[in-house]
């Protein structure tokens, strides 16, 4: 059973750039959070999707939108990267329900750096 | 905005030796859950807890949801050198709202 998968792995963007990263969620998962987590830093809220729609923000500027797909897969977009758009990009899914099969499971990651 | 704070900052530590961190917020969590992160990778679920007083233990990880519904704390009995890494403790109110972290706890162990 896989877990969330992210990718890319590893990118690198210059400044004023534009970047889609991907997450597609566990299986039996319809939610999809995206966390950004700078370096020695915990894990900040960007935003949840949920049936298609954005259903919480954190305190992000618009330059980060998102998406989410039929099959409940994500993309976290973000515009006019600066560079401390620089972090650790992690998409978790979960699902209504209690217990380890439904609560937040993350992905690996996509490190993003931004020259 | 919502914060927690955890303590402590980091650890050092003996193998074998038992090791306590806890979190505290200002606001009631109605979910508490506690992960271990490595370098490089994304955070990994060690116990979820749903219940004010609840005590959930996971192998050598025992976790409590504490009464007030604003702190939690987990115990690692007997550490082991694969042990190291970062512990963040993450606060939910609803099951599938946003998590709010500490700071996280960095555990270091002497073989």
């Known amino acids: 059973d896989a877990g969330v998968t992210q990718s890319p792995t590893h990118l690198i963007k210059t400044r004023g750039q534009q970047v889609t990263l991907r997450c597609s969620p566990k299986?039996?998962?319809?939610?999809v959070s995206w966390y950004q987590q700078a370096l020695g830093q915990e894990p900040q809220f960007i935003f949840q999707?949920?049936?298609?729609?954005?259903?919480q923000r954190g305190n992000f500027p618009d330059r980060f939108s998102g998406h989410q797909f039929p099959n409940y897969s994500s993309e976290l977009n973000v515009n006019a990267l600066l560079l401390g758009d620089s972090a650790l990009y992690l998409c978790?899914?979960?699902?209504?329900?209690?217990?380890?099969?439904?609560?937040?499971?993350f992905g690996s990651g996509t490190r993003l750096t931004v020259v | 905005g919502q914060q927690l704070n955890q303590s402590p900052q980091s650890m050092f530590i003996q193998e074998g030796e038992d090791v306590s961190m806890n979190c505290t917020s200002s606001?009631?969590?109605?979910?508490w859950l506690w992960y271990k992160q490595d370098p490089g990778e994304g955070p990994v679920l060690l116990i979820a807890?749903?219940?004010?007083?609840e005590l959930t233990s996971n192998g050598r990880l025992t976790a409590q949801f504490g009464i007030t519904r604003k702190d939690s704390f987990l115990n690692i009995s007997a550490s082991i050198p694969s042990d190291v890494g970062i512990y963040f403790c993450?606060?939910?109110?609803?099951?599938?709202?946003?998590?709010?972290f500490g700071q996280g706890t960095t555990l270091q162990v002497k073989p």
């Open positions: 807890l749903y219940k004010a007083g």
């Open positions: 978790a899914s979960s699902s209504p329900g209690q217990g380890v099969n439904y609560g937040y499971t």
């Open positions: 993450a606060g939910q109110s609803s099951n599938t709202g946003k998590l709010i």
């Open positions: 299986s039996g998962h319809d939610t």
């Open positions: 606001s009631i969590f109605n979910t």
């Open positions: 999707y949920y049936e298609e729609e954005e259903r």
